[in-house]
């Protein structure tokens, strides 16, 4: 079972971006999604955070520019990013709890976004 991000790249400041994280390998349940990011030299930090009821969570430092979505028939999360800022800058990681067949955290491998001032 894995969690594999994609959408990632390189965009000016005031761009937008929007990453996907698909999962596979047999798969019971999806509960709780959740995207990371972390920057060089610091640590990881929560993003945003959304239920198997669609109920989401965000960091106030995204509030009003980030939108976390997921598609549960497809067991696919996604993270809609407007109005980037070079802060935004870090490696994203997505994070899924998984009943495989018992409840398991499981990371993605990360995709880098890169924000240009």
Request: charged share 15%; glycine share 12%.
């Amino acid at each position: 079972v894995q969690l594999v991000e994609s959408g990632g790249g390189l965009v000016q400041a005031g761009g937008s971006l929007g990453l996907s994280c698909a999962t596979s390998g047999t798969i019971f349940r999806v509960n709780t999604m959740a995207w990371y990011r972390q920057a060089p030299g610091k640590q990881r930090e929560l993003v945003a955070v959304i239920t198997s009821g669609g109920s989401t969570n965000y960091a106030d430092s995204v509030k009003g520019r980030f939108t976390i979505s997921r598609d549960n028939a497809k067991n696919t999360m996604y993270l809609q990013m407007n109005s980037l800022k070079p802060e935004d800058t870090a490696v994203y990681y997505c994070n899924a709890e998984l009943l495989i067949p018992v409840f398991t955290t499981v990371w993605g491998q990360g995709t880098q976004v890169t924000v240009s001032s």
